[in-house]
């Protein structure tokens, strides 16, 4: 992945902007096609965006369809993925528990699960007791209910990203780190990039910028609504594996898992000033916040020391949706953001089908759900499975 | 003989030589990529040994990773108030 002085060759089929899991994935996904003519422009070093920032969490426990078919078959190529990309990403399926505090709570479970148990997802409803047979240390005073589906789980999401890049390139994609592009100019047969590293023509170009799509929308002319949120997350020193599922409080959003390396990995969502900018400081405050709810759900873990916190992009949508396919006046470009807390499970799912629509022009069921123009047509369905 | 480059993590200067040939080149790469600076002490031994060896093929790529809060490794329960 050496950052070289190399600038981009001058013309491609397909410029990927954002060298995220977004952008790498359906780069993979392309040259598995015979896709070979991609040229991927990454501002940072790899993993630099909240790819490499996330907390590796993969899910089937959601509120819409859409998402709890499209996550069951990510996982299922997380299954494969040492097999396919050759890479081990360390997934670990303990489940995930989810914790209900309120009736409330506990209604939205209901209607949550028995649409997850329609698609094929054995999520279970279980009392607080069944909860603590599971996690033996959790403190469930106040837990009405939770929900359990053994077959999620936690991955490493460094080797994603490792995995599709050096499968691209092999395939003959380039990847350009530390290239930013700064302009984009709408030619007769496509676009211009400027770019850090010189010019770049290409036939199409995908926004997979993440956090930063808006900005990039930008540079043709095109306003989206999607915003960041910086998400904060820490991970404690390392401890013997005794934490099967990842856990989360619906109430406040807490989440905590153990991820192979034995540390716990934790966030909780912190208010913040949103201005459209991109913050990625870490502050006390979360620190406190994340804290004082752990170790009350988790007294056992007051001993526990944080060794490192940091934070990452969401790239917020209205509607908890990503946004796909391209604008109605821009043809040839494409959008890929809009993946608020969840992208990096949607991404080895979203490669395949994106890189379908790309080289043989199918239109899986997606596009039309997650199409930019849903927004002022006003047909949107909130996902409320959004943690932070 | 082995060279041990960070004493948390066990990271030995191997591995390091072996992590740039592979083409992940800056130190953000490397710390993720061995797990350098992960430990207790987060890179305050080993940072700028690793920082050198990236900087050998070019400046630029010993730029060092983001140092990350807290200082030193503090518990929960002290974080949450529970003790001093
Ligand atoms: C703390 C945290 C925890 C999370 N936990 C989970 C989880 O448990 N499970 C889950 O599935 N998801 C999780 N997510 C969400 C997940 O990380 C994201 O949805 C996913 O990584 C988005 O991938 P991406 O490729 O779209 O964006 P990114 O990874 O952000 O990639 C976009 C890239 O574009 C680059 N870029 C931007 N502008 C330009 C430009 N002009 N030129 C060139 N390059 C540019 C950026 O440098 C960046 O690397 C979490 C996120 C955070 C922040």
Same mark, same amino acid.
């Given at each position: 992945?050496?950052?070289?002085?190399?600038?981009?060759?001058?013309?491609?089929?397909?410029?990927?902007?954002?060298?995220?899991?977004?952008?790498?994935?359906?780069?993979?996904?392309?040259?598995?096609?015979?896709?070979?003519?991609?040229?991927?422009?990454?501002?940072?070093?790899?993993?630099?965006?909240?790819?490499?920032? /996330?907390?590796?969490?993969?899910?089937?426990?959601?509120?819409?369809?859409?998402?709890?078919?499209?996550?069951?078959?990510?996982?299922?190529? #997380?299954?494969?993925?040492?097999?396919?990309?050759?890479? @081990?990403?360390?997934?670990?399926?303990?489940?995930?528990?989810?914790?209900?505090?309120?009736?409330?709570?506990?209604?939205?479970?209901?209607?949550?699960?028995?649409?997850?148990?329609?698609?094929?997802?054995?999520?279970?409803?279980?009392?607080?007791?069944?909860?603590?047979?599971?996690?033996?240390?959790? @403190?469930?005073?106040?837990?009405? #209910?939770?929900?359990?589906?053994?077959?999620?789980?936690?991955?490493?999401?460094?080797?994603?990203?490792?995995?599709?890049?050096?499968?691209?390139? $092999?395939?003959?994609?380039?990847?350009?780190?530390?290239?930013?592009?700064?302009?984009?100019?709408?030619?007769?047969?496509?676009?211009?990039?400027?770019?850090?590293?010189?010019?770049?023509?290409?036939?199409?170009?995908? /926004?997979?910028?993440?956090?930063?799509?808006?900005?990039?929308?930008?540079?043709?002319?095109?306003?989206?609504?999607?915003?960041?949120?910086?998400?904060?997350?820490?991970?404690?020193?390392?401890?013997?594996?005794?934490?099967?599922?990842?856990?989360?409080?619906?109430?406040?959003?807490?989440?905590?898992?153990?991820?192979?390396?034995?540390?716990?990995?934790?966030?909780?969502?912190?208010?913040?000033?949103?201005?459209?900018?991109?913050?990625?400081?870490?502050?006390?405050?979360?620190?406190?916040?994340?804290?004082?709810?752990?170790?009350?759900?988790?007294? $056992?873990?007051?001993?526990?020391?944080?060794?490192?916190?940091?934070?990452?992009?969401?790239?917020?949508?209205?509607?908890?949706?990503?946004?796909?396919?391209?604008?109605? /006046?821009?043809?040839?470009?494409?959008?890929? #953001?809009?993946?608020?807390?969840?992208?990096?499970?949607?991404?080895?799912?979203?490669?395949?089908?994106?890189?379908?629509?790309?080289?043989?022009?199918? /239109?899986?069921?997606?596009?039309?759900? #997650?199409?930019?123009?849903?927004?002022?047509?006003?047909?949107?369905?909130?996902?409320?499975?959004?943690?932070? | 003989?082995?060279?041990?480059?960070?004493?948390?993590?066990?990271?030995?200067?191997?591995?390091?030589?072996?992590?740039?040939?592979?083409?992940?080149?800056?130190?953000?790469?490397?710390?993720?990529?061995?797990?350098?600076?992960?430990?207790?002490?987060?890179?305050?031994?080993?940072?700028?040994?690793?920082?050198?060896?990236?900087?050998?093929?070019?400046?630029?790529?010993?730029? &060092?990773?983001?140092?990350? &809060?807290?200082?030193? &490794?503090?518990?929960?329960?002290?974080?949450?108030?529970?003790?001093?």
């Amino acid at each position: 992945m050496t950052p070289t002085a190399r600038a981009p060759k001058p013309e491609c089929d397909i410029a990927i902007i954002g060298g995220g899991v977004m952008g790498l994935s359906i780069a993979y996904q392309l040259g598995k096609r015979g896709v070979s003519d991609v040229v991927i422009l990454e501002r940072g070093y790899l993993a630099e965006g909240a790819s490499g920032r /996330n907390g590796g969490g993969v899910r089937m426990q959601w509120s819409s369809e859409e998402n709890i078919l499209l996550m069951r078959e990510s996982i299922e190529l #997380c299954r494969s993925f040492a097999q396919d990309v050759g890479i @081990n990403i360390w997934l670990r399926q303990g489940g995930y528990l989810f914790l209900a505090r309120s009736e409330r709570e506990r209604a939205q479970m209901e209607r949550n699960i028995a649409l997850q148990n329609r698609c094929g997802v054995p999520t279970e409803m279980i009392s607080a007791d069944e909860a603590r047979a599971i996690v033996p240390e959790l @403190n469930t005073t106040g837990i009405a #209910c939770a929900a359990y589906n053994p077959h999620d789980g936690v991955v490493f999401p460094w080797p994603f990203l490792w995995g599709y890049a050096r499968e691209a390139m $092999r395939s003959g994609a380039e990847l350009h780190l530390f290239t930013d592009v700064t302009a984009i100019d709408q030619a007769s047969s496509g676009f211009v990039l400027h770019t850090s590293k010189g010019k770049l023509r290409a036939k199409r170009v995908l /926004n997979a910028a993440g956090a930063w799509s808006p900005a990039v929308a930008r540079l043709v002319g095109v306003e989206l609504p999607n915003r960041p949120h910086r998400h904060e997350i820490l991970s404690t020193e390392p401890l013997k594996p005794f934490l099967k599922p990842m856990v989360s409080l619906l109430s406040s959003g807490l989440y905590f898992s153990q991820s192979m390396r034995g540390e716990i990995v934790t966030g909780i969502s912190v208010d913040d000033v949103d201005d459209g900018s991109v913050k990625l400081g870490a502050r006390l405050q979360f620190l406190t916040k994340l804290a004082r709810e752990i170790t009350s759900v988790m007294p $056992r873990l007051s001993e526990v020391k944080v060794l490192r916190q940091w934070a990452g992009p969401y790239d917020v949508s209205p509607d908890g949706h990503p946004i796909l396919g391209e604008p109605e /006046n821009i043809p040839g470009f494409y959008l890929c #953001c809009g993946f608020v807390g969840h992208g990096f499970m949607m991404a080895p799912i979203i490669g395949q089908i994106y890189a379908e629509h790309l080289v043989r022009g199918t /239109n899986h069921e997606v596009f039309r759900r #997650c199409r930019l123009s849903r927004f002022v047509e006003g047909v949107t369905e909130p996902e409320q499975m959004i943690l932070g | 003989m082995k060279t041990i480059v960070c004493r948390c993590e066990d990271v030995t200067l191997e591995d390091i030589r072996h992590t740039l040939a592979a083409g992940y080149a800056t130190v953000e790469e490397v710390k993720r990529y061995t797990g350098l600076g992960t430990g207790p002490c987060q890179g305050k031994e080993c940072m700028l040994h690793a920082a050198r060896l990236c900087a050998e093929s070019d400046p630029f790529l010993g730029t &060092p990773f983001t140092a990350r &809060p807290p200082l030193a &490794p503090i518990a929960l329960g002290v974080l949450a108030g529970e003790k001093d």
